[in-house]
């Protein structure tokens, strides 16, 4: 199958599941994941309809951008060094990987640098795996109530990475997980800080996210094929 035929079954797939779930389809949107993918595979897909791009690497995603002459949405999603933050500033719509305070300054430096507020989300380890990167769950608010008093810098919600299970259904206790710490920091009314996105969920359990809240689905391999690599 094309780009195009693989896109509109996955966002096929993802209406099913929000209608299966009680949602409104409108509340959950793709972030089409383009790493190691070239700059044409994305022009491929935005012409089929997909505006939202999710990049894991700095340096990858800066060489790629220019390259895509259409108006895509880039989200950055992968691990974040702070000595790259510069590279991206003004860039990305939105980075899904925030996950310490040091890192949330150097966002806001950067971003104010340029005049402009960065979009944000907190990684947090739900499943507590040491591979992984995020803030811990009881640490999580502590977080958030100071990243809210940087200048630049707009929360959004939450993101979690799941340990990876053959069934999908195994990693619907941690997409519930981050629900429910997404309600109650809501519930804690900080100010500045949104709970509207919740980005979990990739190609092999998006489903499963999608029925416990997702917002934002992290879909690479469905739509554009096994990695590439060079």
Request: aromatic residues 6%; proline residues 4%; hydrophobic residues 45%.
């Amino acid at each position: 199958m094309s780009i195009a035929e693989r896109l509109r079954v996955v966002l096929e797939e993802i209406r099913a599941a929000a209608v299966a779930a009680g949602r409104n389809p409108e509340e959950v949107r793709l972030v089409a994941v383009s790493k190691t993918r070239p700059a044409a595979d994305v022009s491929a897909a935005f012409l089929a309809g997909q505006v939202i791009f999710g990049e894991n690497y700095v340096q990858e995603l800066a060489a790629k951008a220019p390259q895509v002459p259409e108006q895509v949405e880039w989200h950055y999603i992968g691990h974040l060094q702070s000595n790259k933050v510069k590279q991206i500033a003004g860039l990305v719509s939105m980075i899904h990987s925030l996950d310490r305070l040091s890192l949330a300054e150097e966002i806001s430096r950067q971003w104010g640098r340029i005049g402009k507020s960065c979009d944000v989300l907190v990684q947090v380890n739900i499943s507590g795996e040491t591979t992984k990167s995020g803030t811990t769950a009881a640490d999580a608010l502590k977080l958030l109530r100071d990243i809210a008093l940087l200048p630049h810098i707009r929360v959004r919600g939450l993101m979690t990475m799941p340990p990876f299970f053959d069934d999908p259904e195994a990693a619907r206790p941690y997409f519930a997980g981050l629900k429910s710490l997404s309600d109650l920091i809501a519930s804690e009314k900080i100010p500045g800080v949104e709970m509207k996105e919740l980005s979990m969920g990739m190609s092999g359990d998006f489903e499963a996210a999608i029925r416990e809240g997702a917002t934002l689905v992290r879909v690479g391999t469905a739509i554009f094929g096994e990695r590439q690599y060079t």
